[in-house]
């Protein structure tokens, strides 16, 4: 087949396509899919030329130039990091001694009283009769791009084997393009927003004491999780106390007291998520595998492990809990919960580390690939399955671009300058979305698509040249046109500068000083704001994966076990707690290939059952 390269904008950004002659429509291309004497040309030269290629699966590769025959290897991935060099460089770089776990906390210090007249504490919301003045209304164009292999899976469908392992794959609407509810959407945007906005915990379920084990047998700790919650942190009773993510998000009354009525109710919220569409058709966004791909185990989430989950207060959030602490007096008095929990952007992956048909198992850049079941040492590529793993058939590639739209109403500065900071983070930080977070999957970036953005206040009618509703619903009668979006519809619409200028009250109200030339730095210095900002970008220096001891520099197990990381944390007389996001710290490996494969046989004190006991699948973390 034949086509012709072009270097074109789509979507916001500058992107290398594809298009063939029997067609009009392209398709993004990207570099490992250029041979290797196309590779490493500048845009300027691959721009317009004339090539060749093959077509698998609806996917493009060797592209090569007029009139060459295909090289019978695997191109390889031009770009620099992925060198041989570059990969020898990045294994050197990595800590082999430390590694991150998968999921970290951000801080949630004491949120400002409702008598500070702060945006951002509790307040009662506006009602949905009326346009405020004052308040943001309209809709938000945005754009996503997956950077690592999304999942969305469709849980309705699956197939199950005679050990009850699950083979899932992909949601996809009938054209057969990958499907990503909104529900989704907005819930990632809600647990980031929560964040960065140290609102309320939106739901909170840890009422019960958890249980421990110790020579005696089973025990409980003192409290119960939730006795250790801040009241400024817990789940809104009534609808005067909503934080900013309540009254953007919505809210429903977690738990009620019958005694008193106005613990019951709900508040609809002021954003919704329209459809989400992808940018690619199904052959170019979804890659479908020649046989199920099993992934590695995850595991249950274990609140029962104090060193991770409690902290000591202070004026900024939970630090990690002293290491002395003996394990008996977790959940005791004095300590509070870490914060909430999130999931690291897995940084310093080469574009190999995705390749599901890869079988050798080598580490690419000292990265072995964690997302998959592995069988330890042996030659097989892809270990075996139980019922306490999963399989899938398909997922999204990276790089494939979606867009949304953000419909809001009656949002202050503040709350619209949250927003929109979420929806346009610093170069190279992510949001997360869908299952596998743990293992690496659904690493996204945002963008607002400012053409077709449009944002107003209420305002008051004053004259027809208004950018406000007042004005706007006023000049329906006169004849008047005002901007247009894609789809026909008239709406006002401010000029994007005023819309930016919101981040800065946001950002004025976390720090509670005004602009200056420290203002950026003074924002990022937050507590939790900087601990959002590091887990969103990652860190490329350590490898990301649960706890497990290691012998030598071994492929991971195919069960980590995690529980033997964990007996030998507290053997060590310094236990190790959860370092702080931020601090560009990680956690140390226990060798216990010395010790005869460690401690077996004895119990983790966790979950209240024996050590043997494997972690689940878990398919929300």
Not at 15 to 41: C, F, G, M, V
Not at 228 to 237: E, Q, V, W
Not at 538 to 549: A, E, K
């Amino acid at each position: 087949m034949k086509g012709t390269l072009r270097i074109e904008e789509h979507y916001g950004e500058q992107q290398l396509r594809l298009y063939p002659d029997a067609t009009s429509k392209s398709r993004q291309t990207s570099r490992k899919q250029l041979e290797n004497s196309l590779a490493n040309l500048p845009e300027s030269e691959l721009d317009g030329m004339t090539v060749e290629f093959d077509e698998h699966k609806g996917q493009y590769r060797n592209i090569r130039r007029e009139g060459t025959s295909p090289v019978p290897s695997v191109a390889p991935n031009p770009n620099p990091s992925s060198s041989s060099a570059a990969m020898e460089n990045m294994s050197n770089n990595l800590k082999n001694d430390q590694f991150l776990n998968p999921y970290n906390f951000v801080p949630a210090p004491s949120r400002p009283q409702e008598d500070s007249k702060s945006p951002l504490a509790d307040s009662m919301p506006l009602g949905h009769d009326r346009l405020g003045h004052d308040r943001w209304s309209g809709r938000i164009s945005v754009y996503m791009k997956t950077v690592t292999p999304l999942l969305v899976l469709d849980t309705e469908s699956f197939t199950v084997n005679d050990k009850g392992h699950r083979t899932y794959s992909i949601k996809t609407k009938p054209n057969g393009e990958p499907h990503i509810a909104p529900t989704s959407i907005k819930g990632m945007l809600r647990a980031a927003y929560e964040a960065v906005t140290n609102s309320r915990f939106g739901i909170f379920t840890g009422h019960e004491k958890l249980g421990y084990r110790d020579r005696d047998g089973k025990k409980e700790f003192a409290l119960a999780p939730d006795k250790l919650l801040r009241d400024d942190h817990r789940p809104a009773d009534k609808l005067g106390k909503l934080s900013p993510a309540d009254r953007v998000f919505g809210w429903v009354a977690q738990r009620a007291d019958d005694n008193h009525t106005d613990d019951y109710g709900a508040y609809r919220g002021n954003l919704r998520v329209g459809p989400v569409s992808c940018k690619q058709d199904g052959k170019e966004a979804i890659e479908e595998f020649d046989h199920p791909l099993p992934l590695a185990i995850l595991a249950a989430p274990k609140p029962q492990q104090g060193r991770f989950y409690l902290g000591n207060q202070g004026k900024d959030g939970a630090t990690p809990i002293t290491s002395g602490i003996e394990k008996s007096k977790f959940y005791s008095s004095g300590q509070t919960l870490r914060g909430r929990k999130v999931y690291l952007h897995h940084a310093g992956l080469l574009d190999g580390y995705w390749d599901p048909a890869w079988n050798d198992r080598k580490p690419r850049g000292g990265r072995f690939q964690e997302y998959r079941l592995s069988d330890g040492e042996s030659s097989k590529p892809d270990g075996d399955t139980s019922d306490q793993n999963r399989s899938i058939t398909k997922w999204i590639r990276p790089n494939v671009s979606f867009q949304f739209t953000l419909d809001v109403k009656n949002l202050s500065d503040v709350e619209l300058g949250a927003l929109v900071w979420l929806l346009n983070l610093p170069e190279g930080h992510m949001h997360r979305l869908g299952y596998g977070k743990p293992l690496g999957f659904g690493s996204v970036q945002l963008s607002i698509d400012w053409q077709v953005t449009k944002l107003c206040k209420g305002g008051e009618v004053k004259s027809t040249s208004e950018q406000t509703w007042s004005a706007y619903w006023k000049s329906l009668g006169d004849g008047s046109s005002g901007a247009g979006l894609s789809d026909g519809t008239l709406l006002p619409a401010e000029p994007k500068e005023a819309i930016e200028a919101t981040v800065n009250s946001f950002k004025e109200t976390v720090t509670g000083t005004g602009a200056g030339e420290e203002f950026e730095e003074q924002f990022e210095k937050v507590s939790f704001i900087r601990a959002f900002l590091a887990v969103s970008q990652g860190n490329s220096s350590m490898r990301v994966h649960y706890p497990r001891v290691r012998k030598d520099n071994s492929p991971p197990p195919p069960d980590p076990e995690s529980f033997r990381w964990f007996t030998e944390n507290e053997k060590t007389g310094n236990q190790k707690s959860l370092p702080l996001p931020s601090s560009n710290e990680g956690l140390p490996y226990y060798d216990t290939s010395r010790q005869g494969g460690g401690q077996r046989g004895t119990h983790d004190g966790n979950r209240g059952n024996s050590s043997r006991q494997r972690p689940r699948n878990n398919r929300n973390k």
